[in-house]
């Protein structure tokens, strides 16, 4: 008999959009970004155990003293642009709290599982990188086409 990590059916197709997430982050930026909107969405349909404010208060009061600073910071900087593009990078970060609270029981097996999926998504990563580079160096001839100036702009941005 097998036991079940999940609740409900919404709560396991939840964390595998969370671990889908997490695969994207090494292989595409603009994927992942547009993934992690996706599960923040569906975070809203997940039941929550309570006190949801306070656990987030709880667990990001840091990043929100983080956010504080950089906008402080532009009270001082003559480059506006570039501090809004990481004022809104770091807004990002916000998003991981609020996915995270809405697991009653983080153990050490879902841990391990988006450690896993990362992992993967590095070895993908990876295996692009590699094929494009030898790709790359078949055609060329060049060894050049393996350094890091040459890596694909594309899926890895």
Request: glycine share 6%; aromatic share 20%.
């Amino acid at each position: 008999m097998t036991s079940r990590i999940f609740k409900t059916p919404k709560s396991e197709l939840f964390f595998r959009l969370l671990l889908l997430f997490v695969f994207t982050i090494p292989i595409s930026q603009f994927l992942s970004i547009r993934l992690l909107v996706f599960v923040l969405l569906t975070s809203f349909f997940v039941k929550s155990s309570g006190g949801f404010f306070s656990r987030f208060l709880n667990h990001s009061w840091d990043l929100l003293l983080y956010l504080l600073i950089l906008s402080g910071g532009l009270l001082y900087s003559e480059e506006l642009l570039t501090g809004y593009r990481v004022i809104e990078t770091s807004l990002s970060l916000l998003a991981l709290p609020i996915l995270f609270n809405k697991f009653e029981d983080f153990n050490k097996s879902r841990l391990h599982q988006i450690f896993y999926a990362f992992a993967s998504g590095l070895f993908v990563a990876c295996l692009i990188c590699i094929s494009n580079a030898g790709y790359t160096y078949f055609q060329t001839g060049h060894v050049e086409a393996f350094f890091f100036r040459t890596l694909p702009t594309w899926p890895i941005t």
